[in-house]
């Protein structure tokens, strides 16, 4: 059975500060793995990771993907009130089936 | 560019009655997925589909049904509903990529 944990469950930080969240996975015929964020509604994409040790930056978010140890880290650097969201790590088989973690809630205090 | 459109946005069902969740996409997606998200959780896979005519069941499949008769179309049917199954349910579509969601709905079995 196809796995994806995400940890922290829950973390709460002050504005400015510098957060890690985690993604392992467990999974069949491996595709690729992706970030979303999600705000009260439907998530919306943040990443796709498909290849180990190549860093995608967007802003002050970046993540990386490595395939060896089966993991991945979306970072948030500086982070604002606006960043208040749960993330979400999903993995994309061959087969076309998309597997999602349970989410870190991240919350930023002012 | 109306994307995935999924109605209704929020149902109440009596237990026992039946409904469908209808899911549209206009953007030549191959593959389509249902999920059911309850409170603090990620999405759980119900069913998805990669490519009109083919169906298969992800991690909760009990108590659902689907079909793709065409590439456009992924409906979601409560056979007889129950309490269990009161979550917010998102479609979503995709190719190999990042997902597409639904607005979601928001279902409430009494």
């Known amino acids: 059975e196809d796995k994806v944990v995400q940890s922290p469950l829950s973390l709460v930080v002050h504005e400015g500060d510098t957060v890690t969240l985690n993604c392992s996975y467990e999974?069949?015929?491996?595709?690729?793995l992706l970030w979303y964020k999600q705000e009260k509604k439907a998530p919306t994409f943040l990443f796709m990771l498909?290849?180990?040790?190549i860093e995608k930056k967007s802003g002050r978010l970046s993540s990386i993907l490595d395939k060896k140890e089966l993991f991945s880290i979306l970072n948030i650097t500086a982070t604002q009130t606006g960043d208040s969201a749960v993330y979400l790590c999903?993995?994309?088989?061959?087969?076309?089936?998309?597997?999602f973690g349970d989410g870190t809630t991240l919350t930023v205090k002012p | 560019n109306a994307g995935v459109t999924q109605t209704p946005k929020f149902q109440v069902l009596k237990t026992g009655q039946s409904m469908t969740l209808q899911c549209a996409q206009d953007?030549?997606?191959?593959?389509m997925s249902w999920y059911r998200q309850d409170p603090g959780m990620g999405l759980r896979l119900i069913h998805y589909?990669?490519?009109?005519?083919?169906?298969d069941q992800g991690e909760v499949p009990n108590g659902y049904n689907v079909s793709r008769s065409t590439t456009e179309d992924f409906p979601l049917r409560l056979l007889s509903a129950a309490p269990s199954q009161t979550s917010v349910y998102f479609c979503?579509?995709?190719?190999?990529?990042?997902?597409?969601f639904g607005q979601g709905t928001r279902l409430t079995v009494v």
């Open positions: 979503a579509s995709s190719n190999t990529g990042e997902a597409f």
């Open positions: 999974v069949t015929n491996f595709r690729s």
């Open positions: 999903a993995v994309n088989t061959n087969a076309g089936k998309s597997t």
């Open positions: 498909t290849s180990s040790g």
């Open positions: 953007m030549n997606h191959e593959y």
């Open positions: 589909s990669v490519g009109a005519g083919i169906t």
